[in-house]
Nanobody
Framework: QVQLVESGGGLVQPGGSLRLSCTAS????????MGWHRQAPGKERERELV?????????NYADSVKGRFTISRDNAKNTMYLQMNSLKPEDTAVYYC?????????WGQGTQVTISS
């Protein structure tokens, strides 16, 4: 079983930045796909895909975050990142990391990101 632990969330003002980290309990090199998803307040049944990264480095982003967020992964550190810039109030959500590999799919417990003045 793999544990994924997110960190880096918090409260920032609009226009600010945060960097989220997702650290795995073992090597992430076998995860062919990793990503960040978010769940906004009042949308408990909707978990929105934010960004994806494959093992080869290709990335994909939701239209709402293109140009502001950057996803990356460091296999040597067993960690995936989400750099979030120019944050907006509508980015407020619980952010979850996700990993998919030959043995299955895994989720972290989530980290709260709140954008407010």
């Amino acid at each position: 079983q793999v544990q994924l632990v997110e960190s880096g969330g918090g409260l920032v003002q609009p226009g600010g930045s945060l960097r989220l980290s997702c650290t795995a309990s073992r090597s992430i090199s076998n995860f062919y796909l990793m990503g960040w998803h978010r769940q906004a307040p009042g949308k408990e049944r909707e978990r929105e895909l934010v960004a994806l990264i494959v093992n080869g480095g290709s990335t994909n982003y939701a239209d709402s975050v293109k140009g502001r967020f950057t996803i990356s992964r460091d296999n040597a550190k067993n960690t995936m990142y989400l750099q979030m810039n120019s944050l907006k109030p509508e980015d407020t959500a619980v952010y979850y990391c996700n990993a998919r590999g030959p043995a299955g799919e895994y989720w972290g417990q989530g980290t709260q990101v709140t954008i407010s003045s």
